[in-house]
């Protein structure tokens, strides 16, 4: 999951080299965290955040399909 994340986000900015995933485990779930440019920040969450809704819907469908467990994706400033 961690690949997918740091993939599909250098795809979107227009820094891929500042493109930064951690993975951790809390209460069962799995967390990732996101850290881009500030400059990219924007391209990341996208308007309304629409972007970062589908990277959360991409990743819990991956997930699902790998029977692996529930990931929360946050975005770091």
Request: aromatic share 2%; net charge neutral; charged share 35%.
């Amino acid at each position: 999951m961690k690949d997918l994340l740091a993939t599909l986000a250098r795809a979107l900015v227009t820094e891929p080299e500042r493109v930064a995933v951690y993975e951790s485990e809390e209460r069962g779930r799995t967390v990732l965290e996101l850290e881009v440019s500030p400059h990219d920040k924007g391209r990341v969450i996208g308007r309304g955040g629409r972007t970062a809704a589908a990277l959360r819907t991409v990743l819990d469908a991956v997930g699902e399909r790998n029977r692996a467990p529930k990931c929360t994706l946050e975005i770091l400033e």
